[in-house]
């Protein structure tokens, strides 16, 4: 198994440009979620996803936007990317949503906004 | 609404020297705790967890937490540190609405030689 897959692993953009970043896995998971990682801040959660069709905001949703059309993929966009979304992006994912669960992490995007 | 404090942001200690890194939370309910590790460049890694039962919890890489209610603490503990456990530690409580982790914000932990 692969695990948690990121692409890209560091992307520069200007302001007001969109992208997608990437996240897969191929352990079946249900649940995956993405986390930003700001200096001094620990990770911040920023959409969940509890099953394919299902997503739901955390704690830091605007600006981003998420789908999840399979089980194994969870993309996070940026529609229009301002200088205070530059961070280190984290997918997570965990077999469900239970509270005990462990939480499985991809290597994370680093992304620069200009 | 939960939170977890991790009072050190930066610890350094020599290689085979004990290790303490604190971690403290504010929960409602009956916490689920982790401890999470992350090497230079890379994800979080799970080092040990706790949700009932036994308060004292071993982990990997010879790690362990205990869990005291009165404190409302959950450290972790090694005793002889290695040079391979220079990483940043985050502590985490898991939340019941929102089935996610939320997470201090790290201690960074420096081995000299």
């Given at each position: ?10 992307q520069?953009?200007?302001t007001?440009q ?5 996240c897969?896995?191929d ?7 993405w986390?930003?990682?700001d200096?001094?801040?620990g ?5 969940y996803s509890?099953g ?5 905001q955390?704690e ?7 789908s ?6 969870f993309?996070l966009?940026?529609?229009s ?15 469900t949503?239970?509270r005990?669960?462990t ?5 994370g995007t680093?992304?620069l906004?200009? | ?6 009072p ?20 409602g309910?009956?916490?689920?705790l982790?401890w ?5 460049g890379?994800g ?9 039962g ?13 869990f005291k209610?009165s ?12 040079w391979?456990?220079?990483a ?11 089935r996610?982790?939320t997470?201090?914000s ?8």
């Amino acid at each position: 198994n692969a695990g948690v897959t990121q692409t890209p692993k560091f992307q520069v953009l200007k302001t007001g440009q969109s992208m997608t970043l990437q996240c897969a896995q191929d352990m079946n998971h249900e649940y995956m979620s993405w986390y930003r990682q700001d200096p001094g801040m620990g990770l911040r959660l920023i959409h969940y996803s509890v099953g394919a069709g299902i997503t739901d905001q955390g704690e830091v949703p605007n600006g981003y936007n998420v789908s999840r059309s399979t089980t194994e993929d969870f993309p996070l966009r940026l529609l229009s990317a301002a200088p205070s979304q530059t961070s280190v992006y984290f997918c997570a994912s965990s077999p469900t949503q239970g509270r005990g669960e462990t939480q499985y992490f991809g290597p994370g995007t680093r992304l620069l906004v200009l | 609404a939960q939170s977890v404090t991790q009072p050190d942001i930066h610890i350094t200690v020599s290689e085979g020297a004990s290790l303490e890194l604190r971690c403290n939370y504010s929960y409602g309910a009956t916490p689920y705790l982790f401890w999470y590790v992350q090497s230079p460049g890379q994800g979080l890694q799970l080092l040990l967890k706790y949700f009932s039962g036994d308060t004292l919890v071993q982990g990997i890489k010879g790690f362990e937490a205990e869990f005291k209610r009165s404190q409302s603490s959950f450290n972790l503990r090694k005793p002889s540190v290695h040079w391979s456990d220079a990483a940043e530690y985050f502590c985490a409580v898991s939340s019941t609405g929102r089935r996610a982790l939320t997470f201090g914000s790290g201690t960074r932990l420096q081995v000299q030689p």
